[in-house]
């Protein structure tokens, strides 16, 4: 038998979270973001239940040509865009629309030998610093492009930095506009939480919005706003099985570095997921989780294929009890990954992320 541990992705909540986002922008069409093979979810067990959106937005080619492979027809967005000038090949092969941020992207584009012209994402820099044209230098690289028999339809993007946060975006937005005021093309601006919080902000109304970590029922600005408060269902379900019991008495310790010490006498489980599983390490005691779809709390440190369980409370629970480290449990109870995430000081994002080969999966409605 397999070790007891397997991470279930829900299609249904997938569908529901992608309608999610729809519904917060309703008049623009979704990238849905399946860049880090879907955040860790995996992009062919993503599929079915995204295939609804109106393109995939993703980083790597290896994963554009695993989309094609599944049979998509549609757009696909490279948010990078190419990192050398041979990968523009494999783009016209695909017909996969990329992001052009720096000079010598434009430079490859010069120089690519197509039959077709491609559509491009021309991206501002509006305060982010990571990629794309200052606003200064936005309209001079536009025109530059503009002039490419290489070029066919110009989008404009930009990302925001504080979508999340109290910040917000409107000095983003008003940059952007700015520069952008008598640019033809479509555009896109907001990420999940721009799209959450801001998409109704006329200034913030975009043709395509780029929804990621929103789609997998975590929420972008927790714990402003949990995943429940935006309606979304998580995607992801981690379990594991209770596969040892122990009885402390007081003073017995709990794993290595004993950081666990019980105070009266109780019953701890041992579960079969540990940092190797991509549970974090750091994760201290009292980080909440389910046991058969009620809440309890880990003690002491998370080791490599284990960490343990407050049993006092739930005399029910015993060898075999399903334990759910973040997702829905078979009672319906949900533990958000946001929730995990925030004893570990860490976002839902990097667990999710960070869910380890070593993980069987399935999927489930
Ligand atoms: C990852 C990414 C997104 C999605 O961000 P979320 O916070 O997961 O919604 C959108 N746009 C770009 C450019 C990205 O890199």
């Known amino acids: 038998m397999p070790r007891p541990i397997q991470a279930t992705i829900h299609t249904a909540a997938l569908r529901h979270n992608l309608e999610a986002a729809r519904q917060a922008a309703p008049d623009a069409q979704v990238w849905a973001v399946v860049k880090a093979n879907a955040y860790g979810h995996g992009i062919e067990r993503v599929f079915e239940g995204l295939r609804g959106a109106d393109g995939f937005a993703l980083l790597d080619l290896s994963e554009a040509e695993r989309v094609r492979a599944l049979g998509w027809r549609g757009p696909i967005l490279l948010l990078e865009g190419v990192f050398e000038a041979r990968d523009l090949e494999l783009c016209s092969r695909l017909h996969l629309w990329h992001t052009v941020h720096c000079d010598e992207q434009i430079d490859m584009l010069a120089l690519h030998k197509t039959h077709e012209p491609h559509r491009v994402f021309l991206k501002m820099n509006s305060g982010m610093n990571r990629l794309g044209f200052a606003p200064q230098r936005y309209r001079s690289a536009w025109t530059r492009l503009n002039a490419l028999p290489q070029v066919d339809e110009i989008s404009l993007i930009t990302h925001f930095s504080d979508a999340d946060g109290d910040k917000g975006i409107a000095e983003q937005v008003a940059r952007f506009e700015e520069a952008t005021r008598d640019l033809p093309g479509e555009r896109s601006l907001s990420n999940s939480a721009a799209t959450l919080r801001h998409a109704q902000e006329a200034s913030v109304k975009a043709d395509w919005i780029r929804p990621g970590i929103a789609l997998y029922g975590s929420s972008p600005d927790f714990p402003a706003h949990s995943a429940a408060d935006w309606g979304l269902q998580p995607a992801m379900s981690l379990h594991a099985n209770i596969i040892a019991l122990q009885q402390l008495q007081v003073g017995d310790s709990v794993g290595y570095g004993s950081s666990f010490v019980a105070d009266r006498p109780m019953r701890i489980g041992v579960v079969a997921c540990g940092y190797a599983d991509g549970y974090p390490r750091i994760c201290p005691t009292g980080t909440p989780v389910l046991v058969d779809g009620v809440r309890s709390r880990t003690l002491g440190r998370v080791s490599m294929d284990m960490l343990a369980v407050d049993l006092s409370d739930l005399p029910e629970a015993g060898m075999g009890s399903?334990?759910?480290?973040?997702?829905?449990?078979?009672?319906?109870?949900?533990?958000?990954?946001?929730?995990?995430?925030?004893?570990?000081?860490?976002?839902?994002?990097?667990?999710?992320?960070a869910l380890s080969q070593r993980v069987p999966v399935v999927n489930e409605d």
């Open 322 to 353: 399903r334990v759910t480290l973040w997702g829905r449990a078979a009672n319906g109870a949900v533990l958000s990954i946001d929730e995990v995430a925030q004893s570990a000081g860490t976002v839902g994002y990097e667990l999710m992320c």
